[in-house]
């Protein structure tokens, strides 16, 4: 038998080729799979507090308080700067509060925090800073007659957020969502996250409460920041911009494929139905029939108007409480907001009224839904809000597609000394700076 010496040269090299895609094609998600699995959380939010005003015109004052822990000052080396995500460009007044903030550069969807000295392992940073937040509120979105904000605080790719607190001041507030407790006058809201993990409130007003305006509403009216304008016709920052897009492209995308053919192969089936979901809101209001005592059970003092508990010993007024439905109500029309009202001709019955928006969903078929987002490697955690806004902001809050939204539709991350090199310096002149107060 003759061989074509051509034609098993050009089979041979096929066969070479298909088995060096095959070694490249392990090598990667098995060296990928490897690091994920070594990787250690370098960094640890101990504890994460957003005190939230409403101003007369509408606008947020807005204070945030964080205490950051080193865990690695190796990989990334010491903490000096970390950046911290804010809900869009249209602030201003950034005012440092705390000593250990040296400045504050404002890059429109973050503000870049640099420390008065380097954090080592073991090391906690706390620093403090605020500044007023405007374009946060959308006007008879779910309800007439009532503008809501809609938040989502600044959320941390790789790094754990052990304690989340938002306390926002509860004057005029009409509903809220999730609940909360009720501390001197502020809604407080509660949570820890993983890493990549976001929480999303929403508070809802009359719409005569403050100056709400429709050219100040979240999309609306001028993107330029407050304080400066921001910087986005510098050409380095536009070549930089351009060379993360062809870097996406070239890797991203491929990476992206591939990671969906290897979920298609283990689940046995195509890439999952699409369909188009829609997501509407119908109020939910809770009552509660509270009847108490004249005088306390345990020492005979006697009530005083609002309390709850003895102010002498502590012991609990309340001699009974039990929801209560609408249609057991005398005039329930009377007990459809927010508050505590006095009930039927007794001094000491009230019913507290909870009203909260819930979420209904409307699907046309099965949904496939992923976990959250993480940013990729190298040498420091990257905003997300380019690869997940889309995504989840979309979904959770309606974030315009400029990421200029009301759910801080950018990551927070960190960088140690050598990473801050990675920036040209040009691409930060003309940024707001901030020195510590």
Not at 17 to 32: D, E
Not at 68 to 75: A, F, N, P, S
Not at 370 to 396: D, E, K, L
Request: glycine share 8%.
């Amino acid at each position: 038998m003759k061989y074509n010496a051509k034609k098993l040269l050009q089979a041979s090299g096929k066969v070479v080729l298909t088995a060096l895609l095959l070694v490249l094609f392990l090598t990667v998600f098995t060296s990928s799979a490897v690091s994920v699995k070594a990787d250690s959380p370098t960094d640890e939010i101990e504890h994460f507090l957003i005190t939230v005003d409403v101003q007369e015109d509408a606008s947020l004052k807005m204070t945030y308080h964080i205490d950051w822990k080193v865990l690695d000052d190796k990989k990334y080396g010491p903490l000096t700067w970390a950046d911290i995500g804010v809900p869009n460009k249209n602030h201003s007044d950034v005012t440092a509060l705390s000593s250990s903030i040296s400045k504050i550069e404002d890059k429109g969807s973050t503000l870049a925090i640099y420390l008065d000295r380097s954090y080592y392992k073991n090391d906690v940073a706390s620093f403090e800073f605020s500044f007023v937040q405007d374009h946060m509120y959308q006007i008879d979105r779910y309800v007439e007659g009532e503008t809501v904000f809609i938040y989502t605080p600044a959320w941390f790719d790789e790094i754990e957020i052990k304690d989340l607190t938002i306390r926002w001041n509860a004057d005029k507030a009409g509903a809220w969502q999730p609940e909360c407790l009720q501390d001197k006058g502020y809604l407080v809201f509660s949570s820890a996250l993983s890493a990549g993990e976001r929480y999303s409130m929403t508070v809802a007003y009359p719409n005569d409460a403050f100056a709400f305006s429709v050219d100040r509403q979240m999309g609306g009216g001028s993107t330029q920041q407050g304080g400066g304008s921001y910087v986005d016709d510098d050409d380095d920052f536009k070549a930089v911009i351009g060379g993360l897009i062809v870097l996406f492209i070239f890797f991203g995308v491929p990476i992206m494929i591939i990671r969906k053919f290897i979920r298609w192969i283990g689940r046995g089936a195509g890439f999952g139905n699409s369909s188009s979901e829609r997501t509407t809101y119908k109020k939910k209001i809770t009552r509660t029939k509270i009847e108490y005592y004249d005088n306390c059970p345990n020492c005979g003092a006697v009530r005083e108007e609002g309390k709850d508990n003895c102010s002498y010993c502590g012991t609990s007024f309340i001699k009974s409480k039990e929801i209560v439905e609408e249609k057991d109500l005398e005039e329930p029309q009377n007990y459809s907001k927010n508050g505590t009202y006095r009930y039927g001709d007794s001094p000491n019955t009230y019913i507290h009224v909870n009203v909260i928006n819930v979420p209904v969903s409307r699907s046309g078929g099965s949904r496939h839904s992923g976990g959250s987002h993480r940013s990729g490697g190298g040498s420091r955690p990257r905003s997300s809000c380019a690869s997940s806004c889309a995504s989840s902001c979309a979904s959770s809050c309606a974030c315009a597609s400029s990421c200029a939204c009301a759910c801080a539709c950018a990551s927070s991350g960190r960088a140690g000394c050598s990473v801050k090199d990675f920036f040209k310096d040009s691409i930060h002149r003309g940024r707001v700076r901030v020195e510590r107060k």
